[in-house]
């Protein structure tokens, strides 16, 4: 058991008992959905409702129905799937990094980030499949045994090598967060009252019973699963990266990607975090277990990645300029000033200048600047994709066939309804799911809680039966 | 019938027994349980028990459904007596002629299956040497337009010909007042036979030429002929006004003669110098060496001022500029090798241009004397007189032979109203037209593709046309329907042969005249090259006070590929061929000069209303277009049509009807009254970026450099290494591929490519590209495999910064850049496709199978050259398309398609196959003589339709194959390949464009 500091701010206030945490946290699953949740939800139906309206015309027309041209072949749809791949990355990190260096704030906001991070990729996976013009046989990409003779996939197409990533991502993302939930699926069941709830809950705990036995099991297949996932949390966006980074377009061939779209997409993926903590913690009353000392210290990750994908865009012009390569000095300089200089601007001032204020303590910690920076920055890193993909395309190496590009309403509809999509979802997951962890918030209440803190002299630890009953790793 | 009954079903109907005869009348000669399940009078055990019943229930259902599933029944009928000349799957050749529109071109016709699909030009001919424009290349399809009619109509209503002919036949035979046939030039000795032998029998009979793109004003300076200019002897050339590269006279023939000069080899390293003062940025003028942007009011003083100096002894209002001065000195300097042509159609001005060219001894030089053209034979001042002529009722009855002049004459109104003064009014138009919809009588013609004829463009020099399909509606040649009003009912081809019994004597003669499309050599009755006339001072004097006026100036020109917007109208193929020089496709506007533009605040596509003296008024939008002289715009004609078909309907607007009308003839200028009216509309561009921003992507040097040193003409790119700078090949990460038989490759050169875009739609017709339509242009959504870039040059360097590079300068010089799929050896395309939808074939060749794309778009984007084009739609079957992708979606248009290449589905990437399906049959046929492949065998379209030879494609492993050669000797002097430093490595190379500045 190790010393936890006085100086730290604890990690679950209000003097909570075991009990309470249970119930804080059961009550939502069990009570009747409220006002608030029902119109929330059905607002999301609606966007999904645009989503598939969007989708219905894009299959049964063509991907004419997008504003894609002949000098512009991806757009809205590759930006949305970055967008939300990034997105994705904050959950696995979250759960897998974050454990691995024993990071105890984790505890209670990993449930609802990894959460977060399967609906992402959910909803970035539907964009490789929707932009290709026959996705019908999307299963051509994958490299099954089958009778078209000598015609497999090729190895070495980056979007083949995106193929595996995404799918490996979320697999072990989604094994990663359902062998999680399982000890509370357990509890929930324990308690539940209604026939329905105790069969679903019964079959999703997999018939956990809490033993010593399972405990030792479950901590074993989380740290592999979280030893197997801290390598892709990289890998991901680097060889999402690698789409742009092994062609021959300016601006897109640049060995900088790999490590700057990580650091963009840890930095999306924490704002989007944020967005959504903070609205259910408002909404859910978790404020005492998603503190201030939560917010800060993502905010500060946020400074972090922030200011390294700040110097990753500065960097793209030095090397530009450096280069003395022609198209890629017009590149840039046409990003900044070209046609599309508003996207550029609105990309330097969400992702730059913004989450530079999280240097003020008060603005770190105060909820309505970070719930604003915080959209900010998923803007930003949207416009950062859109510039990456169309500025770079739509003034390549022949000024021949220079065009613009503008989206259609069915460009719009598909990606406002990827939103429609992971709201359905989320709000699904917060009704039904514990949102947040109960027994790793156990785990941590006697160390850093608030109670712990004014008792911490008086050794109990060692005397606690939940703590011996649950040998945490940390 | 039954006396002679063969064949019988079975044995039972030949012995017929009583029992077969009674069944032969049951419909159902088995047994059928139905009638008992329901008979109400029958027992128990005799009804079929309900368990029967749910069982034919069951199988009737599972047999209906079964049927309905089963696929539907294709049409594949086996030839039973096999024509003797159709091999399916191979293609047979016919030679013939395409004449429309003053365009004239020898042409051979590709039939598979019989049906025309291709022309491609003929290289027997001397008039257009194998030389093809645009517009003939596209003609295939107005054999398949959908808005021909399939029968002659009376009063708006089918007919048949029986009842047709007699009742014109009686109709003419009371005719009150003349009767005349109007048409536009008719360049056929047969067809002017049969219209005098129609014409002995009416009353007052008058043959009334005219040409919607008239130049009576150069056929009466010389005596009723066009000279027979020769450019390939010049070494001056002086054009004012006249784009004899695009659309004036004979713009194929032009252009095979013009690049013999231009063509240049460190051997022969001449090349004539091309000056062009004209008010719109003509083909022509973006080829010049020289390019002075005059209004056209000063054509004439232009010309008077060569005069002048040349000839001397007018006065004339004193008109002086530096290249002027140039040109003149210049022209005067190569006596013998010197050729003044002028565009307009004023008889004053080329009187003048007539008597400087025997000044200057082009006469038996630069104009060859012996064989004047015919191409244009119209007379305004006749057509007028005749539309005066019906206004008083002074005609009784009027035929329309390829002629629309209620669309195409600037007169239009008034012949409108004359037509309600004639009695008779009978039209030979394929469609119903503007002309047609005021006629009693609508007599279809054949198309020509259908039709025998004869053509004679240039004197002594002859062409048939021949049928390569028969009729595929109740039409009827026209001469035909002439000769049987007159009585003679002789068949055309009968007519024809024995016309030409003088030319190809008895025998064999006649067949190879059919075999080779051309006759050429022979003595005929054609008007000879008049001696010149004295000259009148006075004559001048009048057209030189006409000119010099204030104002605004209308420029009325032609467009490469509408033309006079007859029949190309409504075929798709030309009205999404980009224009050479706007690049725009689907519509006409108002070109605007820079300076007119910033003074009056006009932005692109801002709707301008131009109203010219006679009140006539057309509303467009703008477009800016650098090198149009100050104070000038430019409209072009051939839009606006209102009758031509579902495709040209209301595409653009008229401008005939601003042509000033004079005494003399029709001038198609006016000064214009200029009115933003507000709004605006899209201008559907292929190319909206106009220069080329200081990159090496295409390159061009001067002739004097080249003559210093060839090697300094181009820029080579190296890349920096440890060891020194290097050629971007020697420092590749990829491996290279072995080629051993064969490496297709392909030589373009810039010099010679002279920006018509016949390569263009020649790619269309081969690869059956689709047609998106004009606002699939605008989305930046054509399909084209094959398309000439176009870049203006500027003034600002890189000192001004970017955004000054992208304007161009006012007066730009202009060059032209074919591109298409370069087949890349190391093609960034194929390392990104996850499916291996594209691969590198062992030829070399970039190859594309769509049946294994999935659409990803990735190799598109990653392509340099921007030549991939992805099928947004369902181009073929989609509604939004049915309308402009007629060779695609409608039945008759279908039979255009070339079989030996496939319609592309949705959602697949395409582009250029360097044509591989003619590399494949050209190895084949190889391969049963048992040879190799020789050269000049396998051409792809674009090299095949290339009037100027620009392109040339073969096999690079094939030491004696041109394109081989030519790299050979170009390599490190004017060879090079486009973005070599991102080592693509293309097959595709071009050639330095070299300019002769003055």
Same mark, same amino acid.
């Given at each position: ?474 | ?567 190309? %109208?409504? +075929?798709?193929?030309?009205?999404? =061929? &980009?224009?050479? /020089? ?5 519509? $006409?506007? *108002?070109? @605007? ?18 109203? %010219?003296? +006679?009140?006539?008024?057309?509303? =467009? &939008?703008?477009? /800016? ?5 100050? $104070?000038? *715009?430019? @409209? ?30 029709? /001038? ?331």
């Amino acid at each position: 058991m190790q010393h936890v500091s006085p100086i730290r701010e604890p990690l679950v206030t209000g003097g909570k008992t075991y009990h309470d945490i249970t119930q804080d946290i059961s009550r939502h699953v069990e009570s009747k959905p409220n006002m608030r949740w029902a119109a929330a939800l059905a607002v999301s139906l609606f966007f999904l409702g645009v989503f598939l309206w969007s989708v219905y015309r894009t299959l049964w027309y063509g991907i004419g129905e997008w504003g894609l041209n002949k000098t512009v072949g991806w757009a809205w749809d590759i930006t949305n799937f970055v967008w939300w791949v990034g997105i994705g990355h904050a959950g696995t990190l979250i759960s897998a990094i974050l454990l691995l260096f024993r990071q105890k704030w984790r505890s209670s906001i990993n449930r609802a980030a990894e959460a977060m991070t399967i609906f992402a990729v959910i909803c970035a996976a539907m964009f490789p499949v929707l932009h290709m013009g026959r996705p019908w046989l999307a299963y051509w990409v994958l490299p099954l045994p089958n009778t078209f003779g000598s015609l497999w996939a090729n190895f070495n197409s980056p979007l083949l090598w995106d193929v595996f990533a995404i799918s490996t991502y979320f697999s072990v993302s989604l094994v990663f967060w359902y062998i999680g939930l399982v000890p509370d699926f357990a509890t929930i069941r324990d308690r539940a009252k209604g026939p329905i709830a105790k069969t679903v809950y019964g079959m999703l705990s997999l018939g956990w019973v809490g033993s010593a036995k399972h405990w030792s099991r479950y901590e074993t297949v989380s740290l592999i699963l979280a030893g197997v996932s801290t390598p892709l949390v990289l890998s991901v966006h680097t060889i999402v990266s690698m789409d742009f980074a092994t062609s021959v377009i300016p601006g897109w061939h640049t060995t900088i990607f790999p490590p700057y779209f990580v650091a963009g997409a840890i930095f999306s993926g924490f704002a989007m975090v944020l967005t959504l903590m903070i609205i259910t913690r408002k909404t859910f009353k978790l404020e005492d277990y998603i503190t201030l000392e939560h917010v800060e210290s993502m905010n500060k990750v946020i400074i972090l990645t922030g200011s390294i994908v700040g110097v990753a865009y500065i960097t793209e012009f030095f090397i530009a300029w450096y280069s003395g390569v022609e198209y890629e000095q017009y590149a840039f300089i046409n990003r900044a000033t070209g046609p599309y200089w508003w996207a550029y601007w609105s990309m330097m001032t969400c992702n730059v200048i913004t989450p530079q204020l999280f240097w003020f303590r008060s603005i770190r910690r105060s909820l309505t600047a970070t719930f604003i920076i915080s959209i900010f920055v998923n803007i930003g890193m949207w416009f950062e994709r859109f510039v990456i993909i169309v500025t770079s395309l739509h003034r390549d190496y022949l000024p021949s066939s220079w065009a613009m590009f503008s989206p259609t309403i069915i460009d719009i509809g598909i990606y406002v309804g990827t939103m429609g999509l992971f709201f359905t979802l989320f709000l699904l997951f917060a009704k039904y799911f514990p949102v947040i962890n109960m027994f790793e918030v156990k785990t941590i209440l006697k160390s850093s809680s608030g109670v712990a803190h004014s008792t911490h002299h008086t050794s109990m630890h060692a005397n606690d039966p939940q703590l011996v009953n649950h040998p945490k790793h940390d | 019938m039954q006396e002679s009954k063969k064949y019988w079903k079975g044995l039972e109907e030949l012995n017929n027994t009583p029992e077969f005869a009674q069944a032969a009348h049951n419909e159902f000669a088995e047994f059928l349980p139905v009638k008992e399940t329901f008979g109400s009078d029958a027992t128990e055990a005799e009804v079929a028990p309900r368990r029967d019943f749910l069982k034919l229930l069951g199988f009737g259902l599972a047999a209906a459904t079964l049927a309905s599933c089963e696929a539907p029944v294709r049409k594949a009928i086996p030839y039973l007596n096999k024509p003797e000349d159709v091999e399916p799957g191979i293609a047979n050749w016919y030679a013939s002629t395409y004449f429309q529109g003053g365009d004239y071109n020898s042409i051979l016709v590709k039939t598979r299956e019989g049906r025309p699909i291709k022309l491609e030009g003929n290289p027997l001919s001397g008039v257009t040497k194998g030389g093809l424009s645009a517009k003939a290349q596209a003609a295939v399809l107005s054999l398949y337009d959908n808005n021909r009619l399939s029968a002659p109509m009376k009063a708006g209503k089918a007919s048949n010909w029986k009842d047709i002919d007699a009742e014109i036949m009686n109709r003419l035979a009371s005719a009150k007042g003349k009767v005349v046939l109007v048409s536009s030039t008719i360049i056929s000795p047969t067809t002017k036979k049969a219209i005098a032998e129609f014409g002995a029998k009416a009353n007052g009979f008058e043959h009334v030429v005219y040409d919607a793109n008239s130049a009576s004003g150069l056929v009466k300076a010389n005596g009723g002929v066009i000279p027979g200019y020769d450019f390939s002897k010049a070494k001056v050339i002086v054009s004012v006004a006249a784009d004899f590269l695009g659309t004036w006279i004979s713009p194929v023939e032009y252009a095979k003669q013009y690049i013999q000069t231009r063509k240049i080899t460190k051997d022969k390293s001449d090349m004539s110098r091309h000056f062009q003062f004209e008010s719109n940025l003509s083909l022509t003028g973006s080829n010049a060496d020289v390019r002075v942007a005059i209004k056209p009011s000063e054509e004439a003083l232009v010309v008077a001022a060569i005069y002048n100096k040349v000839v001397g002894g007018i006065s004339a209002p004193a008109f002086s500029n530096k290249a002027l001065d140039k040109a003149i000195s210049e022209l005067t300097a190569a006596r013998g090798a010197a050729l003044l042509v002028a565009g307009t159609n004023d008889q004053g001005v080329q009187t003048m241009v007539r008597a400087i060219n025997q000044a200057l001894g082009a006469e038996g030089t630069t104009i060859n004397t012996n064989a004047p053209s015919y191409l244009r034979q119209g007379d305004d001042t006749q057509m007028i007189r005749l539309i005066n002529d019906m206004k008083n009722g002074l005609v009784g009855a009027a035929f329309f032979y390829d002629a629309n002049p209620a669309y195409d004459h600037p007169m239009a109104e008034e012949v409108l109203n004359g037509l309600k003064n004639v009695d008779l009014k009978v039209s030979f138009a394929d469609r119903i037209n503007e002309t047609a919809k005021l006629c009693d009588f609508i007599c279809p013609d054949h198309n020509f593709l259908e039709s025998w004829n004869d053509f004679e463009p240039k004197k002594g020099f002859l062409s048939l046309s021949q049928p390569a399909i028969s009729p595929i509606f109740k039409t009827r040649q026209a001469q035909e329907s002439l000769l049987k009003w007159s009585g003679n009912n002789t068949d055309y081809y009968t007519y024809l042969k024995n016309n030409w019994a003088g030319f190809t004597g008895s025998g064999s003669g006649w067949d190879k005249a059919v075999h080779d499309g051309v006759l050429e050599n022979v003595s005929t009755t054609g008007q000879a090259m008049p001696n010149v006339t004295a000259l009148s001072t006075g004559e001048i004097g009048a057209t030189l006070n006409k000119g010099a006026q204030s104002g605004i100036e209308l420029a009325i020109y032609e467009k490469v590929g509408l033309g006079t917007g007859s029949i190309e %109208a409504n +075929n798709p193929w030309l009205q999404e =061929l &980009p224009d050479p /020089i706007t690049k725009a496709t689907w519509d $006409n506007y *108002v070109t @605007v000069p820079i300076s007119m533009a910033k003074e009056k605040e006009i932005e692109q596509g801002d709707l301008i209303k131009l109203t %010219a003296r +006679n009140g006539q008024s057309v509303t =467009l &939008p703008a477009l /800016i277009q650098p090198g149009q002289a100050k $104070n000038t *715009v430019g @409209v072009a004609i051939g839009y606006g049509r209102k009758l031509a078909g579902k495709v040209a309907d209301n595409v653009g607007g008229n401008v005939y009807p601003l042509a000033t009308v004079t005494k003399d003839g029709i /001038i198609f200028n006016s000064t214009v009254s200029f009115e933003k009216v507000g709004g605006s509309r899209e201008i559907a561009q292929t190319q909206t970026h106009q220069t080329v921003m200081g990159r090496i992507v295409v390159q061009e040097s001067t002739l004097d450099k080249y003559k210093k040193d060839p090697k300094s003409v181009t820029e080579y790119v190296k890349i920096a290494t440890p060891d020194g700078p290097k050629k971007p090949a020697a420092v590749s990460l990829w491996q290279d591929y072995e080629y051993k038989d064969h490496h297709w490759g392909m030589v373009i050169d810039l010099n010679s490519c002279i920006g018509c875009g016949s390569c263009v739609i020649g790619c269309n017709v081969e690869n059956n590209v689709a047609i998106v339509g004009k606002q699939e242009v605008i989305n930046r959504r054509e399909m084209h495999w094959m398309r000439i870039d176009r870049y203006y040059s500027t003034d600002a360097t890189r000192e001004d910064g970017f955004t000054e590079m992208e304007n161009p300068a006012e007066n730009p010089s202009v060059i032209f850049q074919p591109m298409l799929c370069q087949h890349c050896n190391h093609a960034p395309c194929e390392t990104v496709c996850p499916v291996l939808a594209t691969t590198h074939s062992t030829e070399g060749l970039n190859q594309m199978t769509y049946n294994r794309c999935v659409g990803t778009r990735y190799c598109a984007n990653n392509c340099p050259y921007k030549v991939r084009r992805f099928n947004w739609f369902s181009y073929p079957d989609n509604e939004k398309f049915t309308d402009v992708n007629t060779p695609q979606t409608t039945d008759l248009g279908r039979m255009v398609l070339n079989p030996d290449v496939t319609v592309r589905a949705r959602g697949v990437m395409e582009k250029c196959s360097f044509c591989v399906q003619r590399i494949q049959s050209g190895k084949l046929e190889a391969k049963k003589e048992k040879r190799k492949v020789k050269d000049g065998e396998i051409v792809t379209a674009c090299a095949q339709s290339c009037p100027t030879n620009a392109i040339v494609f073969g096999d690079l492993k094939d030491p004696n194959s041109q394109v081989r050669q030519i790299m050979a000797r170009e390599q490190g002097e004017r060879a090079f390949t486009v973005l070599e430093e991102i080592n693509t490595q293309p097959n595709i190379s071009y050639l330095t464009k070299i300019r002769n500045l003055a």
